[in-house]
């Protein structure tokens, strides 16, 4: 995609949505560790739906230490994978207390070390808690930016880093947000609503929908 509609699809993106915001629901920057690691293969209205009671329960890394395993796995039980996530939130925690003091760390490679937390989980963190202009590239993001020619790639992370170069600086921090919004509700993986895109003439898609 030529940089001049790259320019224009984020300027209509933004003027859409000014302030675009993760759907998952979160007060401090570990609750969204908890939220993102738990939305893996599952939706954000179901991980809604079961953390505000965790988080009651337990809003700190030491408090769901307390809470154990078997306790993370009764507020969890509706979010697929529970018991896996369940396992990796509880060494994550101990992780957290014994090397960061409880509190989520900041940087990229202290992140991925944490168990449950990979690159894409990591770029969230790092944006949506602390304000990087990171790219975190889901299946709706990597659809995208393929499908539009904004970015063209093999793998999620070729994608990422194409994104990283070709996105002007001024959209960098909200990018994820435009992208897996719009990816999410317009540019759909069987049924792309072509019809009502604001950036249809943009795109590069072939095979567009009316």
Known sequence: MKP?????????????????????????????????????????????????????AAGTPAAMLKLGREGIERHIRRIGLYRTKAKNLFAA?????????????MTREALERLPGVGRKTANVILNTAFGEPTIAVDTHIFRLANRTGLARGKDVLAVE???????????????????????????????????KCLIRDLCEFRHKTL
């Open 93 to 105: 925690c101990a992780q957290l207390v014994e090397q960061h003091d409880g509190e989520v760390p």
């Open 161 to 195: 880093r194409k994104l990283l170069n070709v996105v002007p600086a001024e959209f960098r921090r909200d990018a994820h947000h435009w992208l897996i919004l719009h990816g999410r509700y317009v540019c759909k993986a069987r049924q792309p609503a072509c019809g």
């Open 4 to 56: 001049v509609n790259i320019q224009s699809l984020f300027e209509r993106l933004r003027a859409a949505n000014p302030a675009p915001r993760t759907e998952l629901a979160f007060g401090s920057p570990f609750e969204l560790l908890v939220a993102v690691v738990l939305s893996a293969q599952a939706t954000d209205k179901s991980v809604n739906l079961a953390t505000p009671e965790l988080f009651k």
